[in-house]
């Protein structure tokens, strides 16, 4: 039996002593990836993801990408990229079947 996966994912170190947000913005520099564009990023670049990728494509898995997201070590993060983040997943579950 396959497998249906999701992947996604949100890196950002927080600093919580620090009174600035890391909004929209910073992630917009960090990199946001949704849909197939955060596999074909991480496909073969040494990261963790590219591990997972490598592994579930192997293991025959249907992976439905959904948003990945990336922000410079700063404060927490505003409301807005969560909403974000939370979102595309979602949307993106198949039906139970």
């Given at each position: 039996?396959?497998?249906?996966?999701?992947?996604?994912?949100?890196?950002?170190?927080?600093?919580?002593?620090?009174?600035?947000?890391?909004?929209?913005?910073?992630?917009?520099?960090?990199?946001?990836?949704?849909?197939?564009?955060?596999?074909?990023?991480?496909r073969?670049?040494?990261?963790?993801?590219?591990?997972?990728?490598?592994?579930?494509?192997?293991?025959?898995?249907?992976?439905?990408?959904?948003?990945?997201?990336?922000?410079?070590p700063?404060?927490?993060?505003?409301?807005?990229?969560?909403?974000?983040?939370?979102a595309?997943?979602?949307?993106?579950?198949?039906?139970?079947?």
């Amino acid at each position: 039996m396959s497998k249906t996966v999701l992947f996604g994912g949100l890196y950002h170190e927080t600093h919580t002593f620090l009174a600035d947000k890391t909004g929209m913005a910073q992630f917009e520099d960090g990199g946001i990836r949704i849909g197939q564009a955060a596999l074909d990023q991480n496909r073969g670049n040494g990261s963790p993801s590219a591990g997972f990728i490598d592994y579930a494509e192997k293991a025959g898995w249907r992976v439905l990408p959904t948003i990945q997201m990336a922000a410079q070590p700063a404060g927490k993060v505003t409301d807005d990229v969560v909403d974000l983040f939370q979102a595309l997943p979602r949307r993106s579950r198949p039906p139970h079947q």
